[in-house]
T-cell receptor, first 111, second 111 residues
Framework: TQLLEQSPQFLSIQEGENLTVYCNSS?????LQWYRQEPGEGPVLLVT?????EVKKLKRLTFQFGDARKDSSLHITAAQPGDTGLYLC???????????FGKGTKLSVIP | GAGVSQSPSNKVTEKGKDVELRCDPI?????LYWYRQSLGQGLEFLIY????????KSGLPSDRFSAERTGGSVSTLTIQRTQQEDSAVYLC?????????FGQGTRLTVV
């Protein structure tokens, strides 16, 4: 069974601060996705990373896939209240169709 | 519709009654997932369907839970003899390749 550990579990920061959320595993993933979920909604896909060492940017969000494809990070610059939500990472193992989700990081950005 | 559709969006049921939750995946998606999410928490994997393969039922919490997927499309999650601890949001997702797309969820309240 592949497990994805996300940290921190909860994060409360002031508007304008920077933060990083981590997603770690002992398993290798062929691809990894990050999702954001707002209250009352289903998770929405933010990005997919495939290549070890890959970095993708989405406005103030920077996603990185580890060189060994076992871990990933999400960095948010100058956080805003609109970034508040539950951030989930999900990985697909090599040769597998099944997605494995982490438990999520609940982010609160205080105005 | 173009997205994953779940019904009902809200369900209140009395303890001990059976409930059925429905998921209409995106057309052509071969993979379908059910997750459970308690208030403010991450996703708890329940069951995974992939094409005509036997489903991965390893996440079902008890034998009161079952799910089927008819014709490789619509899926129904059934909870028998509901208990108060079954109260949660039940999310369905479908996938054709790397990424999963989620429905809005069914909020189940057992009173």
């Amino acid at each position: 069974t592949q497990l994805l550990e996300q940290s921190p579990q909860f994060l409360s920061i002031q508007e304008g601060e920077n933060l990083t959320v981590y997603c770690n595993s002992s398993s290798v993933f062929s691809s990894l996705q990050w999702y954001r979920q707002e209250p009352g909604e289903g998770p929405v896909l933010l990005v997919t990373v495939v290549t070890g060492g890959e970095v993708k940017k989405l406005k103030r969000l920077t996603f990185q896939f580890g060189d060994a494809r076992k871990d990933s990070s999400l960095h948010i610059t100058a956080a805003q209240p609109g970034d508040t939500g539950l951030y989930l990472c999900a990985g697909r193992g090599a040769g597998s169709y099944q997605l494995t989700f982490g438990k999520g990081t609940k982010l609160s950005v205080i105005p | 519709g173009a997205g994953v559709s779940q019904s009902p969006s809200n369900k209140v049921t009395e303890k001990g009654k059976d409930v059925e939750l429905r998921c209409d995946p995106i057309s052509g998606h071969t993979a379908l997932y059910w997750y459970r999410q308690s208030l403010g928490q991450g996703l708890e994997f329940l069951i995974y369907f992939q094409g005509n393969s036997a489903p991965d039922k390893s996440g079902l919490p008890s034998d009161r839970f079952s799910a089927e997927r008819t014709g490789g499309s619509v899926s129904t999650l059934t909870i028998q003899r509901t208990q108060q601890e079954d109260s949660a949001v039940y999310l369905c997702a479908s996938s054709s390749d790397r990424e999963a797309f989620f429905g809005q969820g069914t909020r189940l309240t057992v009173v």
